[in-house]
C-alpha cells in the first residue's frame, strides 16, 4: 500500500514540474525574440541603412547645383535612413532655396537617397503699398521690389501679411485670402478666358479682367466659382467684345459694351405671340424684339430674357444723371466765363 502511495505523489510531481517548464519555455522563447529584435533595431539604426550615395533630379534646369540642394537638406552620406526624417528635409529645401516650388525625398533601400525638386515659376504680381511682389504658382514670394514683371497677372489691393521672399503669400484678412485662393485656383486650371488683372482694393467689389478686354465686376467674396461660370458663360455668347459684366443679384449678370452707356442684355429679349391664321387655327409665333418692344408688348405676350431688366433699367438711369449732372456743370462753366467778359468790358470803360 506503501509503494502504490509513493508510485501516485512521484506521478503528480512529475506534471507540475511539465507544467513549469512550458511555462518558462514561453518566457524564455519570448525574451529571446526581443532581445533579436533590439538588435536588428540597433544595428539599422547604426551600422545598417547607411546613406552610401544621394541623388538629385530636376523637373527643369534649376539655378542650384546638388551639391547646394543636398546641403540645404541637411544630409549626408553615413547618416541612417532610419532616422533620417523625410518632412525636415524637404523642408530645409523649401526654405533655404526660394526658387523651388516642392521637394520629395525617397529613400532608396538599402542605401540610396534620392531627391527630387520643381522648379518656382513667377505666375503673379501683388501689388501693395510699398513694391510689389512676384509670386509662384503655389503663392511662394519670390521678389519683393517695385517692378511689375511682363506677361503675369496682377494683383491689386491685396494686403499682405509678410512680404519676406521665400514665404508663403497670406493674408490677415480673411476675405480677401479667400478672393486670392479662389481665383488663382481658377487661373491654375484650363479655361479659354485667361485672367489678366484682379483688383480686390474694395473686397466687396473685386474686379476681374480677362485677356479679351472684358472686366467682370463680381461683387464680394461668395461663391467665386459659381460666379466665374456665369461670366464665362456671358463672354461665350458676345465673343471677344470688350465690355463690362456686372453681377445683378446672385445668379444673374448683365453686360454692356464698351462703346454703351448702360448694361444692356447680352440676348435680346424674345417675345411669343399667339396669333390666328386664315383657317382661324391658333399658332404660335416667336420673334426677336428690342428692349423697347419688349417692355411694350401686350398683356397677353410672354417676353423672356436672360437678365433683369430692373437692374439694367438703374444702370442707364445712373449714367443719364452722369450725363445730365455733366452737362449742368458745363453749362454752368460758360455762363459764368460769359458774365465774366460781360464785367471786363465795363470795368475798362470805368478805368
Not at 539604426?45 to 530636376?58: E, G, R
Not at 467674396?221 to 456671358?234: F, G, H, R
Amino acid at each position: 500500500m506503501k509503494d502504490v502511495e509513493k508510485t501516485n505523489v512521484e506521478r503528480d510531481n512529475s506534471s507540475k514540474r511539465m507544467r513549469r517548464r512550458k511555462r518558462h519555455m514561453k518566457l524564455y522563447i519570448f525574451v529571446v525574440v526581443f532581445l533579436v529584435f533590439c538588435i536588428i533595431i540597433t544595428l539599422s539604426c547604426t551600422l545598417l541603412f547607411n546613406i552610401k550615395q544621394i541623388t538629385v533630379t530636376a523637373n527643369e534646369t534649376i539655378n542650384y547645383t546638388p551639391e547646394q540642394i543636398v546641403q540645404a537638406a541637411n544630409v549626408k552620406t553615413g547618416d541612417n535612413m532610419i532616422l533620417l526624417k523625410s518632412s525636415e528635409a524637404e523642408a530645409n529645401i523649401l526654405k533655404e532655396m526660394r526658387y523651388i516650388e516642392k521637394a520629395e525625398i525617397h529613400k532608396k533601400f538599402p542605401s540610396t537617397l534620392e531627391i527630387k525638386v520643381e522648379k518656382c515659376v513667377p505666375a503673379y504680381n501683388i501689388t501693395y503699398e510699398m513694391g510689389t511682389l512676384v509670386v509662384s504658382r503655389n503663392g511662394k514670394i519670390l521678389e519683393n521690389n517695385g517692378v511689375v514683371t511682363d506677361g503675369l497677372p496682377v494683383v491689386k489691393g491685396f494686403v499682405p501679411s509678410t512680404t519676406a521672399p521665400g514665404q508663403k503669400i497670406s493674408s490677415n484678412d480673411v476675405q480677401q485670402q479667400e478672393i486670392y485662393d479662389a481665383l488663382t485656383k481658377k487661373m491654375k486650371s484650363k479655361s479659354e478666358f485667361s485672367i489678366t488683372g484682379i483688383d480686390m482694393t474694395d473686397k466687396y467689389e473685386t474686379i476681374v479682367t480677362y485677356s479679351n478686354g472684358i472686366i467682370f465686376k463680381m461683387g464680394n467674396w461668395t461663391d467665386i466659382p459659381y460666379k466665374l461660370s456665369l461670366a464665362e458663360n456671358v463672354m461665350k455668347k458676345v465673343g471677344n467684345t470688350p465690355g463690362y459684366i456686372m453681377m445683378i443679384g446672385t445668379n444673374q449678370c448683365s453686360f454692356r459694351t464698351t462703346q454703351q452707356s448702360g448694361f444692356e442684355t447680352t440676348i435680346s429679349p424674345t417675345v411669343t405671340t399667339a396669333v390666328t391664321d386664315a383657317n382661324g387655327n391658333t399658332i404660335t409665333e416667336t420673334t426677336t424684339a428690342p428692349d423697347d418692344t419688349a417692355n411694350d408688348s401686350a398683356s397677353d405676350e410672354t417676353t423672356e430674357t436672360s437678365y433683369a431688366d430692373d437692374e439694367e433699367r438703374m444702370f442707364q438711369e445712373h449714367d443719364a444723371m452722369v450725363r445730365e449732372s455733366e452737362a449742368a456743370m458745363d453749362s454752368s462753366k460758360s455762363e459764368n466765363n460769359s458774365e465774366n467778359e460781360n464785367d471786363n468790358p465795363a470795368s475798362e470803360s470805368n478805368n
